[in-house]
């Protein structure tokens, strides 16, 4: 068999060239021969790729119409660390939907109209798309990879609605359930009912386990509650104590559990890391002072903080203006568009799903992709 290209041995082109390139840059390479097409298909291969990928901000585009957005991708220039605006790769029309959930390149889609819900999974990255008609009387609270089936699953809870006006339906209780995407069985019921509380607060995916940060003005005091993907179990954990009330969003950097809390009234982001995640000992890593150019707290900022390519992203949002921040409180870009209202992310991912298929209304390039 002829190598795949001339004067190079196979494991080099696979391994250190294809392997390192994005998802859309691989896309186009596969055309050129059936041997590249089948060297960059196999599931070893398409595992290890999406392992390599950033993960990026999602981004809300805006065309003067709230049914009427585009769900984009934010990434940056790897020599400058800059968001630049030929940088924000538009992947999805959202048409009357907004993004709810992400994981492992996966993304739960959602109506707008609270009366008439209705949810979607998709995959921007191999443009498939499904319904997902068995969970229009929950809410989804998270959806992750269970380690020791393979399966995705979503953390789901009764629509509030429906539970206060006792209209569940037969066989539906009160309580967490839990959906495998692809099955046929319903939701299963696994309780919980007090963990209602967290259902529709922003989570994140660390360690096998899903958080949510939970401050003082929803139970008195600063913690995080943990929901134990494997054991299906929920318990707390400490979380910082902030210097005053703010948005927070946690996630990953440097492999350890971190948190940002930007203070309004100081109009100061704070970086903690849980250095003891055994102990639960919390570490002010930094703190970056906001620039003149950030308006004064009007009740309508959004700020997201995460890490991409090992480097701190931090954007301050209000109203369809959003500012990029460098550590040291500079502001380094401008751009037009609106943050997701959760602070979702996104890994590119082009591994093949078995669950898609089976999904009834489940169609490739198709709407909502553009």
């Known amino acids: 068999m002829a190598p795949l290209h001339p004067g190079l041995p196979d494991e080099i082109a696979i391994w250190e060239i294809l392997i390192r ?9 596969r055309a050129v021969c059936r041997d590249w097409l089948r060297a960059t298909s196999t599931r070893e291969f398409l595992v290890v790729h999406h392992g390599r990928q950033p993960t990026l901000p999602l981004l809300n585009g805006y065309n003067g119409d709230v049914d009427d957005q585009t769900l984009d991708i934010i990434s940056l220039d790897h020599q400058t660390g800059l968001v630049a605006a030929d940088q924000l790769q538009s992947i999805a029309r959202l048409d009357g939907m907004h993004l709810l959930r992400s994981c492992d390149g996966l993304l739960i889609l959602c109506t707008n109209n609270i009366d008439d819900r209705h949810y979607a999974i998709c995959n921007p990255a191999t443009r498939q798309y499904a319904p997902l008609r068995q969970i229009d009387d929950f809410e989804v609270s998270g959806m992750y990879l269970h380690r020791s089936t393979g399966e995705y699953r979503l953390l789901l809870y009764p629509c509030p609605a429906k539970v206060r006006n006792a209209e569940l339906p037969h066989g539906l209780h009160d309580g967490c359930h839990v959906f495998t995407l ?3 069985e319903p939701p ?16 994140m995916l660390f360690h096998g386990s899903l958080l949510w940060y939970m401050g003082p003005e929803n139970i008195k005091k600063d913690i995080i509650r943990v929901f134990d993907t494997t054991a299906e179990s929920f318990r707390h954990m400490q979380a ?5 009330p703010g948005e927070t969003n946690l996630f990953e950097m440097d492999g350890m559990l971190t948190m940002a809390s930007c203070n309004y009234a100081a109009a100061v982001i704070g970086i903690w890391v849980l250095q003891d995640y055994e102990n639960e000992i919390w ?3 930094c703190q970056i002072r906001l620039p003149a150019e950030v308006p004064k707290f009007d009740g309508d900022w959004d700020v997201l903080v995460t890490c991409s390519d090992e480097a701190v992203l931090v954007l301050v949002a209000f109203g369809y203006k959003i ?4 550590i040291d409180g500079k502001l380094v870009a401008t751009f037009h568009g609106r943050l997701s ?4 992310r996104l890994k590119q991912s082009l591994v093949l799903h078995t669950f898609f298929p089976a999904l009834e209304g489940y169609v490739v390039n198709d709407l909502p992709f553009m």
């Open 341 to 344: 209202h959760e602070p979702l």
């Open 182 to 184: 692809g099955s046929c």
């Open 240 to 244: 910082p104590v902030l210097p005053g």
């Open 21 to 29: 390139l994005d998802p859309k840059a691989l896309l186009r390479c």
């Open 188 to 203: 299963r019921h696994i309780g919980w009912p007090e963990a209602r509380e967290v259902m529709f607060e922003a989570n």
């Open 283 to 285: 570490t002010l890593k």
């Open 323 to 326: 500012l990029q921040i460098d």
